[in-house]
Each structure stands twice: as C-alpha cells, then as structure tokens.
C-alpha cells in the first residue's frame, strides 16, 4: 500500500531538475534522445556517434535517462552544417575545440553560434586554400614527374 519516491517505478517520466555540474537548462527546455532527434532531423545513430566522438557533449543524466540541452541542439546543427560545406569530421572536432572556452567563459548557445557564423566563412575561406594549395602541389608533382621521365 505504500508508494514510492521511484519516479522510474510509476512509468512516467521525471521532471529533471538539475544537478550540481550540469547544464543550467530549465526542466522546460530538456528534451529526450527521441525529442532531440525529431528537433535536428537526425538518426539516433547519429547523435550517438557524434557523442562517442567528442563533438557533442554527453547528455545530462537523470537516472537512467538522458536529457539534452539548447546546447545539444546548436552543436549538431553546428555539425551537420559544417559537414555540408565539406568539413571532415577530424576537421570539425579541431574546429569545434575552441568552443568549450567560450562556455568556460559563460557565453550562451546563442553567443557561441554568433561566434561561429562570424568564424565559418573565414573557416571554409581557409579550408578552400588548403584545398587549392593541395591541388597545385599535386600538379607541380605531376609536371616534375613527367620532365623527369621525358628527360630519360
């Protein structure tokens, strides 16, 4: 006859509060893998994956449940955009290094995306050149291999 403080036992699920060291989302603003997944139109798979990299934050636990934050969501749009203008996966996580110093420093998801759209164009600016680069040194290679081989 005695109820339990087991919010995992009546089948319903927890309102998360938060908990020391966690993201400071209001209970409102956490949504679950499914929930998250529907937001940034991305597999489960994936999400998951992207964790396991690095490249986004782990969830906040509540029990057994995870929640995702704001932030959650402006990471993999972050993410998926940057694959769409042709970054690696490699290249995005050095890319994405810088942010957690912004956070550190208490900037919002909505400052760190700021900084981002600032940063892109001077990232794909770069990414460009490399690639150029890449591609002369190539042809300068192919040019020396073939007055190598006609000089034989």
Not at 17 to 44: D, F, I, N, Q
Not at 85 to 98: D, N, P, Q, R, V
Request: avoid cysteine; glycine fraction near 8%.
């Amino acid at each position: 006859m005695g109820t339990t403080s087991d919010a995992g036992a009546t089948g319903s699920t927890p309102s998360p509060a938060p908990s020391p060291g966690s993201a400071e989302a209001k209970p409102e603003e956490l949504l679950t893998l499914e929930e998250l997944t529907t937001r940034v139109g991305m597999s489960v798979r994936n999400v998951r994956f992207y964790t396991s990299k690095g490249l986004v934050p782990p969830p906040i636990r509540r029990g057994r449940s995870g929640f995702y934050t704001p932030d959650h969501v402006s990471r993999l749009e972050l993410v998926r955009e940057l694959q769409s203008h042709g970054f690696t996966l490699s290249a995005i996580e050095k890319y994405l290094a810088a942010v957690p110093e912004y956070k550190e420093a208490g900037a919002s998801a909505e400052t760190i995306r700021e900084v981002v759209e600032r940063i892109k164009p001077l990232s794909i600016a770069s990414l460009v050149s490399a690639y150029e680069q890449a591609m002369d040194e190539t042809r300068r290679e192919r040019i020396r291999a073939r007055a190598e081989r006609g000089s034989k």
